[in-house]
């Protein structure tokens, strides 16, 4: 079975067991996800079964958009709800204030990853050398708008929508520093990856959320099925970039750079063949 959707995982679960329930749910053999959920958060996880699954770097996953409950007050090594050590009191804040400084993180921020995460040092992952003496490698983040939704003493709700790779989480805690405190995340969602939003595990077509331009080529779809090497005379665009060449039964992705053609998917099915 060939299926592209978003699913929604619960809290307090891995993404990874969440993806064993999927796979005995829809009995399939071959599935994988994108876009790891820490098993505190829930929200949006794209799913993808069979020849689907090497579609995930060529999907338009990006910007990812979260709505997070930071608690004021309270102190975490892991920045969330799961390993709380301590709750400090803190006078309740002007709301004005709170808006403002979500306002000024808006643009390119810089800041430490927390260890409790899953970010490779020395092909290890960070939440297993939390014991250990180690520093995370800065990390660079774009937010692209973050706002306020509520705020219900000591908890500050807010939405945000920022680029790949950014720790929530980090961004809760450097809120909270700036208004004085400290914090930890009570509650995290995921709400949307870039074009892809939870409509009850609905099947996607890929070609709709492909980060490659069309393109089209003089050669029949045996010839690019079996692999034929392409030119650049045999494509209508030839510019330098990454196009899809669509045919009745499957799509390709190729690249074309400095001049030359690649096949980085070949004889992937097509929606209506997949499942």
């Known amino acids: 079975m060939n299926r592209l959707f978003v699913a929604y995982k619960p809290i307090f679960i891995s993404s990874n ?23 505190f958060a829930c929200g949006t996880l794209i ?22 409950t930071l608690w004021l ?26 808006r403002q400084t979500l306002s000024n993180l808006q643009g390119q921020i810089t800041y430490t990853p927390p260890k409790f995460s899953a970010k490779k040092i020395g092909g290890k992952r960070a939440y297993t050398m939390v014991d250990e003496d180690i520093t995370l490698p800065q990390v660079t983040s774009i937010i692209y708008s973050i706002r306020l939704l509520r705020y219900a003493h000591p908890f500050v709700t807010f939405e945000a929508t ?13 809120i909270a520093e700036r208004l004085g405190t400290q914090g930890a995340l009570s509650y995290l969602e995921r709400t949307r990856e870039g ?6 595990e609905r ?22 099925k079996h692999g034929k090497k392409l030119r650049l005379q045999d494509l209508a665009i030839q510019e330098d970039g990454l196009y899809h060449l669509v045919f009745d039964a499957f799509f390709t992705i190729i690249e074309i ?7 980085r998917l070949n004889n992937i099915p097509r929606m209506y063949h997949a499942c």
């Open 47 to 68: 799913i993808a079964f069979g020849a689907y699954t090497k579609l995930f770097p060529y999907l338009a996953k990006y910007p990812k958009t979260y709505v997070a």
């Open 195 to 200: 074009r892809f939003v939870y409509e009850n």
């Open 257 to 263: 750079k400095d001049g030359t053609v690649h096949y």
């Open 73 to 98: 007050g309270a102190r975490s090594p892991s920045l969330d709800i799961e390993r709380i050590e301590s709750i400090t009191e803190v006078p309740k804040l002007p709301i004005q204030k709170i």
């Open 203 to 224: 099947p996607l077509d890929p070609l709709d959320y492909l980060i490659s331009r069309p393109n089209s080529t003089s050669l029949d779809a045996e010839a690019i």
């Open 162 to 174: 920022a680029s790949e790779g950014t720790y929530i989480r980090s961004l809760g805690a450097i």
């Open 17 to 39: 067991h969440f993806l064993q329930r999927i796979k005995r749910r829809y009995r399939v053999k071959k599935a994988g996800f994108s876009g790891t959920l820490d098993p």
